[in-house]
């Protein structure tokens, strides 16, 4: 069967038109979905202006270093050891672990955004890659206010203000605060799929408005789709400098104590 020119030339322009349209509607969209992310991170300005004066009033905090003692949980296994803590607002972070009986371990991360990496390193010293989707976290685990200080904050970070809720596993109400990295120079699918994996949740102490727990979801390394419940918990402030460091912080994977740190010095620039 034969077709005419015209015929041709309408279905042509059918199909371009209607890929025009797909795409006006997806950049309306997407526009729309950052237009909206603005509004909530503006909404959220009042909350984490005074969670940044809660925990350093008088500068800006570029880097940080805390020591202390720790203790590593791992099934019937309890280690402990010494834990020094590093980080830098260029996003550079680094947990390095001296136990008894496992040996060193070393967790570190680089850059900020789409560029983060992070891996692990055991006591035999070979580095072990973490899946990118769990360095995409928002807020610095061991330290959130660091992360968050208002004057530092990325046009690509998106906060928004909950109000008051439980945050975690726990039934504690906490002034909420919810995090999550938006792009917009991705395409639609990742956009949202980096969203997802970005989300953290913050629990700050109604009182004090300093982090009292850090909650996200991680990947295994493996691939494996099922995800993993981090949760960090804060607390025995001290002021060091004029910072607000938390001198007890544990981490809780899937509701269970993996690592408990005693800080015991901070460094603050």
Known sequence: MKVSCSARFAFLLSVTTHFALGLALLAFESSGAFA?????T???IPLISQLTTAFAPNEVIQQVQLAGSATWYAGSLEDSGTVTLTAS???????NLSLETLGQRIESEAG???????EWTGANGVANAIDPGNCWRPALWFLPDLSLQSSLLPSYLVVSDLGTSPVGQGSALYRHLQCELLF???SGDFVTYMATRSTSDLGLDPVSLLPAVLAYSVLPDNGEPTPIAMEIRYSQYQLVQGVEIPFHIQRY???SLQLDILVNSAQIN
Request: proline share 0%; with cysteine; charged share 0%.
């Open 36 to 40: 909206q992310s603005s509004a909530q």
């Open 42 to 44: 503006a909404s959220a």
């Open 89 to 95: 607002t260029n996003g550079s972070s680094q947990m």
């Open 112 to 118: 900020t955004g789409t560029n983060a990496s992070c």
């Open 184 to 186: 917009s120079n991705l």
């Open 253 to 255: 994977v899937n509701g």
